[in-house]
């Protein structure tokens, strides 16, 4: 069942979602097609939001060779046993 669009307006959106990522606001609407196909389209259209935000805020990945100086790593520390109860 189609909606019939009143006035040469387009049709109410079926589908819509909010995302909230950070700062950052994004409104998906899906209003083409059946209720399986909006979803389909707004999934797409959220995983492509998505991917835009993770490689705009996404870390770059440098690696140093060498561990930092002053690192937590000790190899000499010895590990504290929990106390055992009798």
């Known amino acids: 069942m189609e909606a019939q669009a009143e006035g040469g307006m387009p049709p109410k959106p079926r589908v819509k979602a909010t995302l909230n990522l950070g700062p950052e606001t994004y409104t998906v609407n899906a209003s083409k097609g059946t209720i399986s196909e909006e979803l389909v389209s707004m999934k797409e259209e959220s995983m492509g939001i998505l991917k835009e935000f993770i490689a705009k805020h996404n870390v ?22 929990p106390k055992k109860r009798k």
Do not use: A, K, R, T
């Open 60 to 81: 770059p990945i440098d690696v140093p060779d060498e561990p930092l100086e002053g690192s937590s790593d000790d190899e000499d520390e010895v590990p504290e046993n």
